[in-house]
């Protein structure tokens, strides 16, 4: 398993790498989601890019920056075992020298959901990935259905901007209760570990009307939000029943559909979908 | 000499072109400017492939996208005694289809000059130039020095985005009076034509006293506005001398330096530039 920090390092290991690549983009902090990425890439791909970094760029004035969880030593053991070819952990100073000035914006899609809730989100989101698709030039890049709006994005600017690589979703990964994994569970402590299995719970629900026949946008939202009013911890920020390339809401479901939320559990803000159709 | 019109017929084509590959984009209407650029790439590289594309969201919603000159049949005869291996035509629609909605967006370095009389030019050049870069993925991308403020976000785009090819600049070719070429000097006929050398000479005039060891960028810009309105068919818009790299005004100047205008003769808007030091 290669190493590389600097750019030129990365493209110089890159080099030999011949054949399919598949790109697996994280943040760090690995957990059971992104081994699932990293186990697709390899069964599908010759060789497989980690890269791990903290986009500053992706991070409000008021969120968790400096405090999202960070360990590098742990990534590097869990993801040793699976094959990976090459790790990229480059610096915010290697990613954004200074004098950087160019951003890459998808419009329509960024704008619900979490592009409201978090604002230049998405432009930080596409700007990076913009970026780690040139250096790491993969045949295919992996990113979660966890992050739903995320992956639309992505799918969107890879289109838009012509990358010449395929964006595969994969399978949100789950606890025993339900609950999607992600980075900031780690924030997630006592009852607000045991409260957060909500969000799977009114997902379900919602689901299950779905599965029964239901159509109705608004009884399938009315629905989740009656799950999660019965979980004191619990606070809504937004629950959503779109179409699943625009994120347009629907009155009538039809076709491929995303039903998503976010929650507030004490302090900590999760977010969970279901795909449905 | 191939030639592509989707984008699936490009990428096809350009599978089979092994080696160095130049890439050299243009908006069409090609003269000796054009030319000397696929001649450079040619030199430089085993393959080259010349795309012609009169990019709408790089023009005004007042300038002359309907207007701008086009005759494919020319470029075509123009081009093959060239070698140019690959030509690729694509449609406005297949650039941007219905749901387009990526953006590149390149900041400081697009704000004055052109980006101050030409609201979102440089936005739609940069996403173009993304796009283009993307689809034909070269190793090396020609670009004349005569659209310098372009130049420059260009490299700067490539830079920021981490696009793995260089870009090249150069040299801006001019007709026997100065006057840089260019397709809208199509526009310019009798005393217009004649007056169009002015650009020419206060770009000389201005190099001159450079040589002559004046270093006060209000003393050159005041040379090249004397001899503009000397000219009674010439409109000033602006003059600068700034840095080549980050277009920043200099009062002193001091390394790689832009000597630039815009002028309008009659009613045609012509652009040129002297790179100093």
């Given amino acids: 398993m290669n190493l590389a920090i600097n750019i030129d390092e990365l493209r110089e290991a ?150 010449p690589l395929d964006v595969v979703v994969c399978p949100t990964v789950r606890e025993a209760d339900g609950l999607a994994m992600s980075s900031r569970n780690k924030y997630l402590e006592g009852e607000y570990r045991k409260a957060a299995g909500v969000l799977f719970k009114a997902l379900s629900a919602a689901k299950l009307l779905y599965e029964g026949g239901e159509r109705s946008g608004e009884v399938l939202k009315g629905k989740m939000k009656e799950v999660l009013a019965n979980e004191p911890l619990a606070e809504l920020q937004y629950v959503s029943c779109a179409d699943y390339d625009t994120l347009k809401e629907l009155a009538i479901v039809k076709g491929k559909t995303l039903l998503s939320m976010a929650v507030l559990i004490g302090k900590t803000r999760l977010i969970d979908n279901f795909v449905l159709g």
Avoid at 94 to 118: C, D, F, H, K
Avoid at 140 to 162: E, H, P, S, T
């Fill in 14 to 163: 890159r080099i030999s790498l011949t054949g399919k690549v598949g790109l697996v983009p994280t943040m760090g902090y690995l957990h059971e989601g992104h081994l699932s990425l990293i186990r697709q890439a390899k069964a599908e791909c010759e060789h497989v890019i980690l890269t791990i970094f903290v986009n500053p760029t992706q991070f409000g004035a008021n969120e968790d920056l400096s405090k999202y969880p960070r360990d590098m030593e742990r990534d590097l053991a869990l993801v040793k075992p699976l094959g990976v070819d090459l790790v990229w952990t480059p610096s915010a100073e290697i990613m954004y020298p200074t004098g950087y000035q160019t951003w890459v914006e998808v419009e329509a899609v960024s704008y619900p959901l979490e592009g409201a809730n978090r604002p230049g989100h998405f432009k930080g989101v596409a700007t990076v990935v913009a970026k780690l698709f040139n250096v790491t030039q993969p045949d295919k890049a992996y990113f979660g259905q966890k992050d739903a709006q995320q992956v639309a994005v992505i799918r969107r600017m890879a289109v838009d901007l012509n990358f």
